[in-house]
């Protein structure tokens, strides 16, 4: 008895879960098999009333200005945010970037589906998740009719729009793309890159930090989800942040979005207002400067 009292501590220390807004349920995880990896997740109750989001506005010279998530979670005066998009140039110091796929922030779209340099971990045309004025949640894709790149099959109205490498769960199962070869002729994804990246050797199956976003199969819950790669954390592929999604938290439908140094999760603490990056940045402490952030307006809970 005494030896399974002390197993379910051990596992209960290994997750904390609070709710620091309304609508707002994070959770605080470290797993240890088949490695030890430390997670971010919190999930979005969509229906939440006077919950809203926002995603980095366009400016500058090229697409956006450069700001940490936590320094565009301090300037929106937000409760949580994360990163967003794959950005052009990288490696730089620039103070702005092109940003990869389609991007829209409160109505105002200002980047298309296109067909990224980095072929061997971008896809095409990749999917992208739109969160309307209603905050009805919905996967997007790219009209081909149309050839500006910034129309979608869905009948939705664009509002704030993040895309990513690719969509990593459909309809429930994992879809990780996989590489251009005679024995797959129609693959999403050209071989090569800096690590000479193929079916054999993928680009996904490398462990490092993760950002991803998913919705639940009513598109009711929208989770976020970082795992680090610093800290004693030691990353994932996307085929075990795919399963985790799937098995752990419901999640349906779900893309990748910017990874590596990129990955930050920053939260508002409910009772000192105090910001913070909860995640440890394999970037620097204060979390990579990135093109885009997705920041979500949480209502404070009732006493």
Do not use: C
């Not at 950005?87 to 109505?107: M, Q, Y």
């Not at 704030?160 to 459909?170: D, K, R």
């Amino acid at each position: 008895m005494l030896a399974a009292l002390l197993l379910w501590s051990q596992l209960f220390a290994q997750v904390q879960v609070t709710q620091p807004y309304a609508g707002v349920t994070y959770h605080d995880r470290w797993v240890t098999a088949p490695r030890r990896v430390h997670m971010h997740v919190a999930q979005i109750d969509l229906e939440t009333p006077g919950l809203r989001f926002k995603v980095s506005p366009p400016g500058g010279d090229r697409e956006t200005i450069r700001l940490s998530t936590l320094d565009f979670l301090q300037q929106e005066r937000a409760q949580l945010a994360i990163n967003g998009h794959y950005f052009l140039p990288f490696p730089s110091t620039d103070r702005t970037a092109w940003v990869i796929g389609l991007a829209a922030s409160e109505g105002t779209v200002y980047s298309a589906f296109e067909t990224p340099e980095q072929r061997y971990a971008l896809v095409a045309n990749a999917p992208a998740i739109n969160i309307d004025r209603n905050n009805r949640a919905t996967i997007v894709h790219r009209n081909p009719s149309q050839g500006d790149g910034l129309q979608v099959l869905e009948p939705v109205t664009l509002w704030n729009v993040v895309a990513g490498s690719s969509q990593i769960v459909t309809a429930g199962a994992p879809t990780l793309p996989r590489y251009r070869d005679q024995a797959n002729v129609t693959a999403l994804l050209e071989p090569g890159g800096p690590g000479n990246y193929s079916n054999e050797k993928a680009w996904g199956d490398v462990a490092t930090a993760r950002t991803a976003i998913g919705l639940s199969r009513d598109r009711r819950t929208l989770t976020l989800f970082t795992v680090d790669v610093r800290g004693g954390s030691e990353g994932m592929g996307l085929e075990g942040v795919a399963r985790m999604l799937i098995d752990d938290y419901g999640v349906w439908d779900a893309l990748n979005l910017d990874g590596g140094g990129s990955t930050s999760m920053a939260l508002t603490d409910p009772v000192t207002g105090q910001a913070s990056l909860v995640n440890s940045s394999s970037d620097n402490p204060a979390g990579r400067v990135v093109a885009t952030s997705l920041a979500v307006f949480a209502p404070k809970k009732a006493p």
